[in-house]
Structure formats: C-alpha cells, structure tokens
C-alpha cells in the first residue's frame, strides 16, 4: 500500500521557518519524482519544488525560490521541505506527491500519490 505521510506544519510568524517532513512507503522510492504542492483557500493548487527520480533536476515556484529547500533524508525513504523567511502568503495545506515521471517532474497531473497535507499558517 503506498502511503506518504506529512507531518512539520504548524503557526509561524512572518520571518521564522519551519520544516516539513514527508515519509513515503509501499513503492520503490528511487523510480518516483516526489513533489511539495500546497493550495491556500480559494486558490489553484501549485507547485512548490520537485525532484525527478534520478534526483538530478530540481525545480522550484518562483515564489519559494531562495527561501525553500527541498532535501532527501538519510532513509531515503524520507523528503524534507525546510521553509525559511516565511511570508503571510505561504499559509496553505502542504502536500508532498510522488509520481512515476520518468524526466521531467514539473507536471502536476502526472502525480499519482498523494499525501494528506499539513498546515502551514503564517502570520503578519
């Protein structure tokens, strides 16, 4: 069974940071793009970073870019998104994804496991 597991959210002032925390089980880890997604209220979901499955590529929104930091844990089965100088409009659900994509990890509809999500709320 494929299971991928937030946990990390919380409430944060403008400026501080936090660390989510993904761990992922049930599917072959190192064939899998994963992805951080986040949808605030009222809003598209989008993306935030991804990582292809020869862990080669990175992207990042233009909005994280230089604040967010995608890394794998020494498990390998566990990604980690360290969130810094956070702003009022990063408040979402934050959600990691795993997809088989095998180049290109940007497409969102191309993820096919899902996380539950976590909050992240920033205040001014």
């Known amino acids: 069974e494929v299971q991928l597991v937030e946990s990390g959210g919380g409430s944060v002032q403008a400026g501080g940071s936090l660390t989510l925390s993904c761990v992922a089980s049930g599917f072959t880890f190192d064939d899998y793009a994963i992805g951080w997604f986040r949808q605030a209220p009222g809003k598209h979901r989008e993306r935030v970073v991804c990582?292809?499955?020869?862990?080669?590529?990175?992207h990042y929104g233009e909005s994280p870019r230089g604040r967010f930091t995608m890394s794998i844990g020494t498990a390998k089965n566990t990604v980690f998104l360290q969130m810094n100088s956070l702003k009022p409009e990063d408040t979402a659900v934050y959600y990691c994804a795993a997809g088989h994509l095998l180049v290109d990890c940007r497409p969102m509809n191309d993820y096919d496991h899902w996380g539950q999500g976590t909050q992240v709320t920033v205040s001014s």
């Open positions: 990582i292809n499955s020869s862990r080669s590529s990175t």
